[in-house]
């Protein structure tokens, strides 16, 4: 008898958080968490600005960015569009790691592999809008020969690459929540962002002259994959602060998966460009992993706003 396939295998799930949330920290403890429970897995880091994140996972070098691989921006006489102004697909998007040129993904020792859809820090005056990245992170499907990868999307802090598009083309997102009034209000509005799109709300396309253009936008909306939004709390130090957000965010017609509890080892990580290792956070991190995995084989998909 065939083995069953693992219930997160093959998703692409995004992470999402207001700047200073610990997106990527989340990131990469669930990497780590999936890495564990017997999940091949691929981080796709498509925060335009944010260093560094190799170095949390153990590795000496970033990958070469894949907007070279794609020809570099429309910005700079490129190929690589903004999903706002030029919403087709972006063409070879569906790579196989095992083909993929060797500076393009490394691997660290746990197995896990990384991807960097692109930085702007050195793309000089007029080139610095990171849409493009956006396009990557939209469009991107990895896989290797025989597995069906988890990928996980570090996107960057803040709303606007949700407003790009990019929810469309995921499994299911999740929103890290500090402990701050502007991340439970960026909570709110990513759960109705991903209720818009599942309930079939189209994009803004006014400014789109083009038919073709208005078709392919509407398309992209249409055959939207996400399943839900979830959220994680971060940063959490004390039980007073979690009863807190939670009541903040039960108000709104959230309630939290799981929480990642604040260790101060994970911020010293950070500081010196050493990996995760020896944290406490591990457990939270397979707990999240749990409730994923149950959300996937629920008989229908939810968001946090049918949850009562």
């Keep these: 008898m065939a083995e069953k396939t693992k219930a997160l295998s093959g998703k692409r799930i995004g992470i999402f958080g207001k700047g200073g949330a610990g997106k990527s920290t989340v990131v990469v403890l669930l990497a780590k968490a999936l890495r564990d429970c017997g999940y091949e897995v691929c981080v796709l880091d498509a925060d335009s600005t944010n260093l560094g994140f190799h170095q949390a996972l153990g590795l000496n070098e970033a990958p070469v960015p894949l907007m070279d691989y794609f020809g570099g921006t429309v910005f700079s006489g490129g190929a690589v569009t903004c999903p706002v102004d030029d919403p087709t697909p972006l063409a070879g998007a569906e790579i196989s790691l095992d ?9 660290n ?3 896990i592999s990384l991807l960097a859809a692109g930085k702007i820090g050195g793309q000089g005056p007029g080139a610095g809008c990171d849409g493009p990245v956006s396009k990557i992170a939209r469009d991107l499907r990895v896989h290797r020969d025989g597995e069906r990868l988890v990928t996980l999307v ?33 909570a709110a509005d990513m759960r109705h ?6 309930a079939g709300v189209l994009p803004a ?22 399943k839900g939004v979830l959220f994680v709390l971060n940063k959490i130090g004390d039980e ?20 990642i509890h604040k260790d101060p080892s994970i ?29 996937e084989e629920a008989p229908f998909s939810i968001t946090s706003a049918q949850k009562e």
């Design 205 to 226: 396309t006014d400014h789109l002259k083009d038919p073709k253009l208005v078709e392919a936008a509407n398309r992209v909306f249409r055959e939207a994959s996400i």
């Design 193 to 198: 962002m991903v209720d818009q799109i599942r």
């Design 267 to 295: 911020a010293m990580a950070w500081l010196k460009g050493t990996p995760f290792e020896g944290i406490t956070t591990k457990k939270d991190a397979e707990r999240i992993i749990e409730e994923l995995e149950a959300a």
């Design 154 to 186: 570090d996107f960057k802090a803040g709303f606007e690459d949700s407003a790009r598009g990019v929810l469309t083309s995921l499994d299911w997102a999740i929103v890290v929540v500090d402990p701050t009034n502007a991340a439970i209000q960026m």
């Design 99 to 107: 083909r993929l040129p060797r500076q393009y993904c490394v691997h």
């Design 109 to 111: 020792r746990e197995g």
């Design 240 to 259: 007073e602060i979690e009863n807190y957000m939670r009541k903040r965010l039960e108000e709104k017609g959230i309630e939290p998966v799981g929480v």
